[in-house]
C-alpha cells in the first residue's frame, strides 16, 4: 500500500507538499514520525521486535511503538492511529505525553536516507502484554525490559537482545523520562 507523507523543510516546517514514503528516503526528504514509549511502574518498558521484512534493522528490539505520520494527519492521530496498528489498543490523546521532538537522520546501505522529525512521547501501559494484538507483518513480537536488561542492551552485553543501535543516549532520555514520571 502506497503511504503518502507530509514534506518538512530541515527547520521542521511543513513545506505543504506530500510525497511517497518511499521517495521521502529516496531523496532524504525530512518528515513527521511518531515514538510511543509504553511503560510499567516496575519500571520496564515495552519493546518490539522488528519483523523480519523491514527495510532497516530487521529482528532487532526497538521503541514500543513507532511510524510514520500520513499525509493530512496530526501528529496525534498518527500516534493513536499506530498505537492501534501495532500492538492493537485503543488510548486517547491524554494518555500520552509528549517528551521531545527529535531532529534525526539515518544513511542505510539499502540507499535509504530516513530524515525525521521524530515525536516521542511516554505512555502507561495499563494491558498485559499477552492482551496485546502486534501487527505480525511489521513486528515479530513485544515483552517488557526491566531497566537493568535495557542497559545491558544499552551497553551491547546482553547475552540474548540486540536493540537498533541508535544514539544509545536515547534509549537513556527514555528511562530517565520514565523516572520523571513514576
Known amino acids: 500500500?502506497?503511504?503518502?507523507?507530509?514534506?518538512?523543510?530541515?527547520?521542521?516546517q511543513p513545506t505543504g507538499?506530500?510525497?511517497?514514503?518511499?521517495?521521502?528516503?529516496?531523496?532524504?526528504w525530512f518528515h513527521p514520525t511518531v515514538h510511543i514509549w509504553f511503560y510499567t511502574s516496575t519500571p520496564s518498558i515495552l519493546l518490539q521486535k522488528r519483523g523480519l521484512s523491514k527495510q532497516t534493522y530487521p529482528g532487532f528490539w526497538d521503541v514500543s511503538v513507532a511510524g510514520h505520520v500520513s499525509a493530512g494527519e496530526s501528529?496525534?492521530?498518527?500516534?493513536?492511529?499506530?498505537?492501534?496498528?501495532?500492538?492493537?489498543?485503543?488510548?486517547?490523546?491524554?494518555?500520552?505525553?509528549?517528551?521531545?521532538?527529535?531532529?534525526?537522520?539515518?544513511?542505510?546501505?539499502?540507499?535509504?536516507?530516513?530524515?525525521?522529525?521524530q515525536h516521542i512521547f511516554l505512555a502507561k501501559l495499563y494491558?498485559?502484554?499477552?492482551?496485546?494484538k502486534i501487527q505480525e507483518d511489521e513486528v515479530d513480537a513485544v515483552r517488557l525490559f526491566s531497566f537493568?536488561?535495557?542497559?545491558?542492551?544499552?551497553?551491547?552485553?546482553?547475552?540474548?537482545?540486540?536493540i537498533v543501535p541508535a544514539d544509545m543516549r536515547y534509549y537513556q532520555f527514555v528511562m530517565d523520562s520514565v523516572l520523571k514520571v513514576l
Open 1 to 12: 500500500m502506497d503511504e503518502y507523507l507530509n514534506v518538512w523543510n530541515s527547520d521542521g
Open 17 to 28: 507538499k506530500i510525497c511517497l514514503k518511499d521517495q521521502a528516503h529516496l531523496r532524504g
Open 75 to 117: 501528529i496525534l492521530e498518527g500516534a493513536l492511529r499506530e498505537v492501534k496498528e501495532e500492538i492493537g489498543i485503543d488510548i486517547k490523546q491524554t494518555d500520552l505525553m509528549l517528551i521531545d521532538v527529535r531532529k534525526n537522520t539515518n544513511r542505510f546501505d539499502n540507499g535509504i536516507i530516513d530524515c525525521e522529525f
Open 127 to 132: 494491558s498485559a502484554v499477552s492482551n496485546l
Open 148 to 162: 537493568k536488561e535495557l542497559q545491558k542492551c544499552r551497553l551491547k552485553n546482553h547475552p540474548k537482545y540486540t
